[in-house]
C-alpha cells in the first residue's frame, strides 16, 4: 500500500520521502556502538595473524555461548554433538557441528531467531528462487556498517559524498519514465539513486547526462548496471567531463571484463567487497590491491567437493554479527579460492586469490565437468557486437546461450563463441543459440550470466 501511494506523489515529494527514509535509517545505523567498531576495524588491520586469531577465537566462543543458551533451533542441532565444550568452543572445534543450509534458515526461522520482536528486519534477492527474511540486533547492524565504511574510507570515502547508487529499488513512475529521469535523489546525504531496470540502448545516455549534471564521485550497487552504462557510453563515444573517485561493486560477483570497461569509461579504480544480506563475514579490498578475509567479523571454512578442509572450495561461514538470526557453519552457497603464495602486505589477514560467486554459477559438461563464471564470462573476450549474454543449463545435454547483440554483430562472431565455448565444454554438449530483445533481470535487480538449473 505504501509502495503505491509513493508511486502516485509528486517527483520531489518522492525525494522528500527517500530523504526522511535515508535519515532515519543512518540514524539507526551510525548510533550506539558504531563508532567503537569503527576503531575496532581500523585497529585490527595492523594485527598480526596470531592476534587476529586469538581475537577471532574468543569472539567465536562468546557468540556460540550465547546462541546455545538462547536459540531452540542449535540447543536441538548441537544436542548429540561430542567432544565439543559449547560453552568455550575453540576454532579447531568448530568444524565438528553440522552445517546449516539456507533451507534450514527458511524453515525454522522462528526457532533459531532470538529476540524477533524489535529487531532490523533483512530479505534476501532470492537469484536462485526463494528469497529469505533474517533479523538484526540494532548493535549488529551498527557493527556491520561499521566494517563497510571502514573498508571505503581506505580509498577517500566520506559520509555525505555525492554517490551513484544502483540497486533493486522499484523507484520509477510513468511519469518518470515519460520524461526519461531514470533516478530519485536524497537530498541530504547526497546520493542518487538510478533504476537498474531501465537501462538500454536508448536510455543510457539519459544517465550518461545526468551524471554530468549531478557528478557523483563514487559509484556503489551492481556492478553490471553500472558495467551496462559504460558499454553503450563506449560504444556511443559519450563521455564523462568530471572525475570520479572510485566504484564499490555490490551483491554480484564482478568480472575482469567488468573491471575493464569500469575502468576504461569512468576513468577510476574499482574497490571490491564481499558479504550478504543475510549477514556473511566481511572480506574486503586493502590500499594494496588484495582481498582480505575479515577475521574479526567471522569464521571462514572452505570445503572441497568431498566436504575436506581445501584452498579453494565452497565457503562455509559462521558470522558474528548475526545474533537475532544466528549463521553457523552456513552455507552461502558461494566458492572461493585462497592464495596460496607468500603475499607481503600491512594487513595479515589471509588473502582471497579469486571470489568464484555463487556455487552454481558455472556450466557443465560431462566431458569437462564445472567451468566457473569467470571462464564462462571471458568467451566474449574477442567478440563484438555482443550487448548481454546469459547460459542457461537445464540438463547435462543442453546449453542454452541468450544473446542481446548490435548491428555489428556477424556471423563470425558466433563462430568464434562457439569456437571459444567448445575449448572450454568439449565437443559432445549440444549448444543453442537464441538472439533476444532483452534479457531480464532477477526480482531482485541483479543481473545473472550464469542460470544453472541442474542438481550437481
Known amino acids: 500500500m505504501k509502495e503505491k501511494i509513493y508511486l502516485f506523489l509528486p517527483h520531489f515529494i518522492q525525494n522528500l520521502l527517500i530523504t526522511l527514509f535515508d535519515y532515519l535509517a543512518y540514524r539507526k545505523r551510525h548510533g550506539g556502538v558504531y563508532n567503537r567498531y569503527k576503531k575496532y576495524f581500523k585497529k585490527a588491520e595492523m594485527l598480526t595473524l596470531e592476534e587476529l586469531q586469538e581475537e ?41 557441528l553440522p552445517l546449516v543450509s539456507k533451507e534450514d534458515i527458511r524453515k525454522n526461522i522462528d526457532k533459531i531467531c532470538v529476540n524477533k520482536s524489535k529487531k532490523i528486519v533483512s530479505h534476501t534477492g532470492g537469484t536462485t528462487g526463494k528469497s529469505l527474511t533474517v533479523y538484526f540486533s540494532k548493535e549488529n547492524a551498527q557493527e556491520r556498517f561499521a566494517c563497510l565504511d571502514n573498508f571505503k574510507n581506505r580509498f577517500e570515502w566520506k559520509f555525505g559524498d555525492k554517490t551513484a547508487w544502483f540497486s533493486g529499488k522499484n523507484i ?3 511519469r518518470d519514465i515519460k520524461k526519461n529521469r531514470y533516478w530519485k535523489t ?40 553500472i ?10 563515444s559519450m563521455k564523462l567531463d568530471y572525475q570520479v573517485k572510485g566504484i564499490f561493486p555490490t551483491a554480484e560477483s564482478i568480472t575482469d571484463e567488468d573491471k575493464a570497461v569500469m575502468k576504461k569509461f569512468y576513468g577510476c579504480e574499482i574497490y571490491d567487497q564481499y558479504a550478504s544480506s543475510e549477514g556473511a563475514p566481511f572480506i574486503t579490498q586493502c590500499k594494496n590491491g588484495h ?58 589477514a589471509p588473502v582471497v586469490k579469486k571470489i568464484h560467486g555463487r556455487i552454481n554459477d558455472f556450466i557443465y559438461s560431462e566431458e569437462r565437468g564445472k567451468i566457473n563464471l569467470g571462464n564462462v564470462s571471458n568467451i566474449v573476450k574477442y567478440v563484438k ?20 547483440k548490435d548491428d555489428t554483430y556477424k556471423q563470425e562472431d558466433e563462430n568464434m563463441l562457439v569456437k571459444e565455448l567448445r575449448d572450454r565444454l568439449g565437443q559432445h554438449v549440444k549448444i543453442e543459440f537464441k538472439y533476444v530483445p532483452t534479457i531480464f533481470r532477477e526480482k531482485s535487480g541483479k543481473y545473472r550470466i550464469v542460470k544453472n538449473n541442474l542438481k550437481i
Open 56 to 96: 577471532q577465537e574468543k569472539r567465536l566462543s562468546d557468540f556460540i555461548r550465547n546462541v546455545y543458551h538462547d536459540s531452540t533451533f542449535y540447543q536441538e542441532l548441537w544436542k548429540n554433538v561430542k567432544d565439543v565444550d559449547l560453552n568455550n568452543i575453540t576454532l579447531k572445534d568448530l568444524s565438528k
Open 172 to 174: 520509477l513512475n510513468r
Open 186 to 225: 536524497d537530498m541530504l546525504y547526497n546520493i542518487r539513486y538510478y533504476s537498474t531496470f531501465h537501462i538500454s540502448e536508448k536510455t543510457a545516455e539519459f544517465y550518461i547526462n545526468d551524471f554530468n549534471k549531478y557528478q557523483p564521485i563514487f559509484f556503489s550497487g551492481f556492478p553490471s548496471s
Open 227 to 236: 558495467t551496462e552504462i559504460a558499454k553503450i557510453g563506449i560504444k556511443k
Open 291 to 348: 582481498m582480505h578475509l575479515e577475521m574479526l567479523t567471522g569464521v571462514f571454512e572452505i570445503l572441497d567437493d568431498n566436504g575436506k578442509t581445501s584452498d579453494s572450495g565452497e565457503l562455509i561461514v559462521t558470522a558474528f554479527a548475526t545474533e537475532a538470526t544466528p549463521l553457523i557453519r552456513y552455507r552461502i552457497e558461494d566458492s572461493i579460492e585462497l592464495e596460496t603464495k607468500p603475499i607481503s602486505c600491512e594487513n595479515k
Open 385 to 404: 557486437g555482443v550487448v548481454q549474454f546469459q547460459f542457461i543449463q537445464n540438463s547435462k545435454e543442453l546449453i542454452e546461450v541468450l544473446i542481446v
